[in-house]
């Protein structure tokens, strides 16, 4: 009620500006074309999407076999920077794309909020279950079975490295090879202090955070299913095993002086992939896409993918929603539908290795056998299908984004040497328990 | 002194007599419209002003002031806690440690900012060849935009490519990690800062001493007083009340400071730094405000900020009298 209210009067506002705004236009003679959603009868879909979701190809088939609509996307390259811009759209009821991308950290924050989506089950999307894992179906649903996203891709994991900057150091290329070198999470510690031993110019891993991520959703899939909140969406930073483990292990590979220290999506990372400053990076299905960008063409053929210390695990993945404040909801639906079916996931895979979440696309050989020539043509059909094979998912609370980049905060900290393993510890329990307080 | 600009109160009145009525009765109603015209336009004139202050100046202070009297969140107003919001604060470290990088990072960038424009305004002042092309090129750094500046000082300052750090390598140091500890951050941003601002302080003390009188060095040269002892015991005294006010205005601005050390940051996490080693206290406000969207909370810090800004305008003011500066 109070906040329909305030709706009110901030619309109020709105129009009395806006009309002030007009009144000045008509004054000074020019006759302003009424902007919004149609034009020339064409209906423009917007649709917001964070790092790369290898929808450029469907995008044009859309446009192609529907005439009558003209998509418009947008992208934000860094998850941390699209979340706030996200939530504020929607708290202010405007600004949001037609479609807009939610990660599994950011919907389970908007989960809370149904009224600011459309219920897709309205729109027909009930028969397509079956195109999907359930537990990505059940995911993206409301606790009174509505139905908001539509998944996308799931983050089943990998490891890339650089063949060439392994040849030098003395280390095996051949991506089996290399995969056995690193059976256990120890193994890949050890191998990286054989990297370092050998001078190559170059740090044997890109940052802590990643393989930190890496480790704690390993050991929450296998375990206790949660990271830093119980599915009661209590704090449990502090005990659980899997956190703690991830932390443990991540920081002794930093403080073997293994990692070259970077902030993940900063510049000087991004940058990293050209100048030679890692070898290793462990990597989500929908990363190598990324990674490609970034590296770009003179690195082609040089980046190569094994399997990820520590068994299968997932990290990231997607769904589409369609925010209610859209003025085309009904033909948001369709376009949702259209990206996420079984033949879209497929096609974004191709173009940009995110891993498909609906069963059809996984078993579909143009995906199991799928090589991508730009990582020396590895097999990540395979590689990532088993990975996800083992996977179970894991619970994320409302509040796990803040929480997760406290913790990470933290852990870069002591990774830079600025702080010890216990004092970074305690100050990212410290920090989760203020930000979830 | 100054010319009175202001129409004339009393007309010159025609003799009523030797007119008609009807003209009478105009130039009474005339002269009405002119009385109520000397009276009210002047407000009329500044109102814009005035106006729009009080719909983005005045009405935001006042709403800041009630949002932070409650627990406000994305979702909407929440009940009202009182000044919960503000006892928090008070006892809360990363607050505190804000605090302390405003300061800081002032009193590392303003103290030779100022010293610094006070030598070239000095210099400038003397007879130079191509005077102008000087004085302008010293306000250059100003017409910038901020975010060019941070972006080319945020790479300079890179940890494994950046120039400074190449130019101390060349010495034999180690690579800084400009983003890593308290005062190599602080200088960092100190140095953006006064790149674009010493110019403009120069400026300014230029101006001032410009009008100074030029007999007053002769006498001092006459009397055998040396560039330097003039420059201390005549320019910095006459021109003390702009130092004042220039003191005044970096003040502010340094406690306000945010755009250089956010796109220092570059994660644009409003953190400062993995253990918030420059994070001041505007970033610290908007990180609550809009990154966590606990906006009570990110409301009572602005007003903490304003009564900063209140506090050290006060001290300012006083210390201008205590210096007779106002003269």
């Known amino acids: 009620m109070r906040t329909y209210l305030r709706r009110g009067r901030k619309r109020a506002v709105g ?21 919004g959603g149609e034009a020339g009868g064409k209906i423009t879909l917007t649709i917001d999407t964070f790092g790369t979701f290898g929808y450029e190809e ?49 919907i389970n924050r908007l989960l809370a909020q149904p009224d600011a989506f459309v219920n897709l089950l309205d729109h027909g999307a009930g028969e397509l279950e079956g195109n999907f894992l359930s537990w990505k179906w059940q995911a993206g649903m409301t606790p009174d079975g509505k139905l908001i996203g539509l998944g996308t891709d799931i983050g089943a994991m ?24 690193w059976t256990t999470w120890d193994d890949f510690i050890e191998t990286g202090k054989k990297f370092e031993a050998a001078n190559v110019d170059a740090k044997f891993v890109d940052s802590a955070t990643n393989v930190y991520n890496t480790i704690l959703w390993q050991e929450a899939g296998k375990a206790s299913n949660y990271t830093y909140f119980d599915t009661n969406n209590n704090l449990v930073i502090d005990t659980n095993p899997a956190v703690k483990t991830a932390w443990d292990t991540s920081v002794e590979m930093a403080q073997a002086g293994l990692s070259a220290e970077l902030r993940t999506f900063d510049d000087p990372w991004i940058s990293g992939f050209r100048r030679d400053s890692f070898a290793t990076v462990a990597a989500p299905a929908w990363m190598l896409g990324q990674i490609q960008e970034f590296a770009g063409e003179e690195k082609a053929g040089l980046w190569d993918v094994t399997t990820v210390p520590g068994g299968g695990g997932v990290w990231g993945g997607s769904w589409l929603a369609v925010p209610a404040q859209s003025e085309h909801p009904a033909e948001a639906a369709e376009l949702a539908k259209f990206l996420t079916n079984p033949q879209g996931q497929i096609a974004a895979f191709k173009a940009r290795t995110n891993y498909p979440s609906s069963p059809q696309a996984i078993e579909d050989p143009a995906v199991q056998n799928f090589k991508n020539e730009y990582f020396s043509n590895a097999p990540v059909g395979e590689i990532f299908g088993e990975s996800a094979k083992g996977l179970r998912p894991v619970y994320l609370a409302p509040d796990n984004q803040p929480v997760r980049e406290r913790v990470e905060e933290a852990l870069r900290a002591v990774e830079a040497g600025d702080l010890s393993s216990d004092a970074g510890w305690q100050r990212a329990v410290r920090d989760a328990q203020s930000e979830a307080g | 002194m100054g010319v009175d600009l202001r129409p004339t109160r009393q007309r010159p009145r025609p003799a009523a007599t030797t007119r008609p009525a009807g003209a009478t009765e105009r130039a009474r109603w005339r002269s009405r419209i002119d009385r109520l015209d000397v009276k009210a336009s002047p407000y009329l004139y500044i109102a814009p002003f005035y ?20 627990d406000w969140e994305l979702i909407g107003k929440g009940p009202f806690i009182g000044l919960a919001n503000y006892a928090q604060l008070l006892g809360d470290p990363y607050f505190w440690n804000s605090i302390l990088n405003t300061i ?37 750094p100003m017409v ?13 300052y890179a940890r494994d490519f950046g120039m400074i750090n190449w130019l101390l390598g060349l010495v034999g140091a180690e690579n800084v990690d400009w983003r890593g500890s308290k005062w190599a951050s602080w200088i960092a941003i100190s140095t953006m800062v006064d790149w674009r601002w010493t110019g403009y302080n120069t400026l300014i003390y230029l101006a001032a001493m410009q009008a100074i009188p030029r007999d ?13 002892r003039q420059l201390w015991q005549i320019t910095v005294p006459m021109i003390r009340p702009t130092i004042i006010f220039t003191v005044i205005i970096s003040t502010i601005g340094g406690l306000q400071l945010f755009t250089e050390p956010v796109l220092f940051e570059r994660s644009g996490h409003m953190a400062g730094g993995t253990l918030r080693q420059f994070q001041t206290v505007t970033m610290f406000m908007f990180e609550n405000a809009f990154r966590d969207h606990d906006y009570g909370y990110g409301a009572a810090i602005a007003w903490m900020i304003f009564c900063l800004i209140l506090i050290a305008s006060l001290v300012n003011f006083l210390i201008i009298r205590r210096l007779g500066g106002t003269k």
């Open chain 1, 158 to 181: 990998g490891m890339v490295y650089r063949k060439d900057l392994f040849e030098k150091a003395g280390l095996p290329t051949d991506r089996e090879k290399v995969g056995q070198l």
């Open chain 2, 104 to 140: 800081g990072i002032f009193v590392v960038a303003t103290v030779p900012q100022l010293v610094l424009a006070l030598m070239l305004a000095n210099a400038l002042n003397r007879w130079l060849r191509l005077p102008t092309f000087f004085r302008m090129g010293v306000l250059l």
């Open chain 2, 216 to 228: 007053l060095y002769e006498a001092a040269a006459i009397d055998g007083a040396s560039r330097r």
């Open chain 1, 15 to 35: 129009v009395l500006l806006v009309a002030g705004v007009l009144a000045a236009a008509a004054c000074s003679g020019g006759g302003g074309s009424g902007g």
């Open chain 2, 51 to 70: 106006l729009v202050f009080a719909v983005f100046g005045l009405f935001p202070l006042g709403y800041t002031l009630w949002v932070s009297l409650h």
């Open chain 1, 58 to 106: 469907l995008y044009k088939q859309y446009e192609a076999s529907h005439p009558n609509i003209d998509i418009r996307p947008r992208n934000i390259v860094r998850l941390e920077d699209y979340l706030p811009r996200l939530e504020q759209y929607l708290a202010t009821g405007s600004g949001a794309g037609d479609v807009v991308a939610l990660e599994e950290g950011i």
């Open chain 2, 144 to 156: 910038t935009s901020v975010a060019a500046v941070a972006i080319v000082f945020g790479q300079l």
